[in-house]
């Protein structure tokens, strides 16, 4: 086992489609994507640790948990705030945690890190994050083992920003297969779960990204050919980001502020989530893992109309 600290670079060249990847070992993050010289997501591959979480992978919780405290059967626990301003825990407990590099292979890479007796999450994780290209894109395979002797409640994400090549947000839409949104408070915490439906938070049918919300969370997603399908689209080209439906959630968040994002560009933030915000709380849709018990799930972006 090895310890990376440069991006790992994967490429493929597969049907006509040149593909590549820059995967960071910091929080077992994607930092760039390309297929066809085409970029596709926002990274930081000249930073030590990945900027703005971008492509980190989110465990064992995704987004908040408010006030970095929980219960869990009895028991009250104090999480690190990592969100200091707010008090917040933010982006679980792996996003600035150096993964181990497992396997290697010129369009393949596997990472793996633990989880073991943090501070206000008393449980064993063992943790494997697998990026493939494929031939229009990557697939992401995210592994959690309870290496622990007592039941571990569990949520994954992850964070990746996409983009488009070089073109403006004033010529992409975003498509979005949500029948309700949910909205955030002042602290980007939970707030209320509403219908979509004659809205402005309805992005089924796709809307101008200047025109769509900046910060919003989605749940009763439709999923299609047995994947969820969020798609940030140009007039000849898309990009989309897929994953199984037992990712009940998706989180948007547009912003400038990320480096290198220019005055016509945006950073796009499209987060795949098993539970919502703050679900160590509600414990919504949060997983118990038993011991010795292994969930895997998958989620990736693929390109269309990408010539070479």
């Excluded at 930092?31 to 900027?51: E, I, M």
């Amino acid at each position: 086992m090895v310890r990376a600290t440069s991006p790992i670079i994967l490429t493929l060249n597969d049907g006509g489609a040149r593909v590549r990847a820059a995967i960071s070992c910091v929080g077992a993050s994607l930092q760039g994507l390309w297929v066809n010289d085409t970029a596709l997501v926002w990274g930081s591959v000249d930073a030590t640790r990945p900027v703005s979480a971008s492509g980190v992978t989110l465990v064992p919780w995704p987004n908040r948990v408010r006030g970095a405290r929980w219960e869990w059967e009895g028991r009250v626990l104090d999480l690190e705030p990592t969100e200091p301003v707010r008090g917040n825990a933010l982006h679980g407990l792996l996003a600035d945690t150096a993964f181990e590099v497992r396997e290697l292979r010129a369009s393949a890479v596997l990472l793996g890190a633990r989880i073991r007796e943090a501070p206000g999450y008393p449980f064993a994780l063992d943790v494997l994050v697998e990026y493939s290209l494929e031939t229009a894109g990557i697939l992401v395979r995210t592994t959690v083992t309870n290496a622990g002797e007592t039941a571990a409640p569990v949520a994954l994400g992850a964070h990746p920003y996409l983009r488009l090549g070089d073109i403006p947000a004033a010529e992409l839409t975003l498509d979005i297969p949500a029948d309700a949104a949910l909205l955030l408070d002042a602290d980007d915490l939970p707030d209320l779960v509403v219908p979509v439906a004659g809205t402005e938070w309805d992005l089924r049918a796709g809307v101008p990204v200047l025109d769509g919300p900046q910060h919003l969370g989605f749940t009763a997603l439709s999923a299609r050919d047995g994947v969820v399908t969020s798609v940030l689209r140009g007039r000849d080209a898309a990009v989309a980001l897929w994953m199984e439906p037992r990712f009940r959630w998706l989180q948007i968040y547009l912003t400038h502020d990320f480096p290198g994002v220019g005055p016509d560009h945006l950073a796009i933030a499209v987060e795949p989530m098993t539970a919502p915000p703050d679900a160590l709380n509600s414990g919504i849709d949060l997983h118990r893992l038993e011991p010795g018990e292994t969930w895997a799930l998958d989620w990736g972006i693929r390109a269309t109309g990408l010539t070479p």
